[in-house]
């Protein structure tokens, strides 16, 4: 994570972005929020569907989130340790935002062209919130999949939940900070014509 002040090229943000596991308690200003959406807005997507929608989660609002599904859980005859487990998990940043689907599409291609602009638009949120020297981690699972999660953050039946995005300020010192970029693999890449 790098000083807020310094703006990061576009290439730093992207390789210094990496999956947080703590964050700091303070939340992040409104407007800094208002604009990692608008960044995940900037997504390509086609037929211009728009299809994303977002619900931000602080505060209060996290611990009744997590009560909602833990009650759900515990109701469906969950193991006491998942249904605790899923209580606490909204509670580990600061911010929670749901980055959503909106459904129905008109077809399947269109569904899955949705989906595609709809990650491409959580990346570029990960991203700008790099570069303003936040922390954040993207998760689903199955708190992804659950229609009470959909009912309590107002998503329809068709709506799907394509990211949790954990999102604060870095915890602790630097070391505290996630590692360093792992090193990737070459890359696979079936070179023609040049
Ligand atoms: C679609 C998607 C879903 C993910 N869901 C989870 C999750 O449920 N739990 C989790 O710990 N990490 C989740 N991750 C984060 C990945 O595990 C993480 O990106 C990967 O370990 C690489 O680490 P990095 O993000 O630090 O590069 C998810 C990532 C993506 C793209």
Known sequence: ?????????????????????????????????????EAAT?????R?????????LAGDERARFGAHLAAAMAEAGEPAKAVEKTR???????VLVVIAQRGPAANAEVEREDYAA???AT??????ATAEGLATKWSTGGMAEMPEARAFLGLGGHDRIV???????????????????PTRKPPEVDWRGL
């Not at 703006?7 to 407007?31: C, G, N, Q, V, Y």
């Not at 900037?42 to 086609?46: E, F, G, K, L, S």
């Not at 990346?123 to 700008?128: R, T």
């Open 48 to 56: 211009l569907t728009e299809p994303w929608r977002f619900v931000v």
């Open 163 to 181: 990211a949790y995005v954990y999102l604060g300020y870095p915890a602790g010192d630097a070391s505290s900070w996630p590692e360093a970029p």
């Open 118 to 120: 709809v990650a491409t």
């Open 42 to 46: 900037w997504a390509p997507n086609h």
């Open 123 to 128: 990346q570029n949120l990960l991203i700008a």
């Open 1 to 37: 994570m790098t000083d807020a002040s310094a703006p990061m090229s576009a290439w730093d943000a992207l390789r210094a972005r990496r999956s947080a596991k703590t964050f700091a308690d303070r939340i992040p200003p409104r407007e800094v929020l208002e604009r990692l959406i």
């Open 88 to 94: 606490a998990k909204p509670l580990r940043s600061p």
